[in-house]
T-cell receptor
Framework: KAGVTQTPRYLIKTRGQQVTLSCSPI?????VSWYQQTPGQGLQFLFE???????NKGNFPGRFSGRQFSNSRSEMNVSTLELGDSALYLC?????????????FGEGSWLTVV | GQQVMQIPQYQHVQEGEDFTTYCNSS?????IQWYKQRPGGHPVFLIQ?????EVKKQKRLTFQFGEAKKNSSLHITATQTTDVGTYFC??????????FGKGTRLSVIA
């Protein structure tokens, strides 16, 4: 079974631009979560989608948004990029939503904002 | 909100020495999970603990969940260079999303 696939793997953007990252979960998984990983802050939760509905949202500004499609694939968008948005963005999928479900991470999208 | 603290932040050990990382939550957890991230890689699920006082072993790794379900530990016996990486604990309560500790970065000197 294929794992969680994230695209693109690496990208460089300039301040003020916007970026869209894509995530294809493990086949059959309906829950997709997004995390931002930086050296100083560790893994911080962005949002979780289940069956096309946002179920949970972390403490990030409105510039960060996401969505999930009917095939469970998900995208996240960051508008008006800032230097501090440089990070590894990790997508994780699980078969169910909520407590106690193991999540499986993709390899991540490395975003550099210059 | 829920916070998960993890110590130490870094640990350097000689190959063959033991290693322990500790995780403490500000709230009672439904479950705790442990992940390992190799340098340049992504977090990979290791184990999940659910019951109060639960202890699980995976070869040289021993995982414990505290009686109050607010703390956990991961102990590695006789570390090897393949153990290098960052170990994260993560927990949640109810339907809240997983909250990760900041991780313990383990270096093993051969």
């Amino acid at each position: 079974k294929a794992g969680v696939t994230q695209t693109p793997r690496y990208l460089i953007k300039t301040r003020g631009q916007q970026v869209t990252l894509s995530c294809s979960p493990i086949s059959g998984h309906r829950s997709v979560s997004w995390y931002q990983q930086t050296p100083g802050q560790g893994l911080q939760f962005l949002f979780e989608y289940f069956s096309e509905t946002q179920r949970n949202k972390g403490n990030f500004p409105g510039r960060f948004s996401g969505r999930q499609f009917s095939n469970s694939r998900s995208e996240m968008n960051v508008s008006t990029l800032e230097l501090g948005d440089s990070a590894l963005y990790l997508c994780a999928s699980s078969s169910l939503q909520g407590s106690g479900n193991t999540i499986y991470f993709g390899e991540g999208s490395w975003l550099t904002v210059v | 909100g829920q916070q998960v603290m993890q110590i130490p932040q870094y640990q350097h050990v000689q190959e063959g020495e033991d290693f322990t990382t500790y995780c403490n939550s500000s709230t009672t957890l439904s479950n705790i999970q442990w992940y390992k991230q190799r340098p340049g890689g992504h977090p990979v699920f290791l184990i999940q603990l659910v019951k109060s006082g639960e202890v699980k072993k995976q070869k040289r790794l021993t995982f414990q969940f505290g009686e109050a379900k607010k703390n956990s530990s991961l102990h590695i016996t006789a570390t090897q260079t393949t153990d290098v990486g960052t170990y994260f604990c993560a927990g949640n309560s109810g339907n809240t999303p997983l909250v990760f500790g900041k991780g313990t970065r383990l270096s093993v000197i051969a």
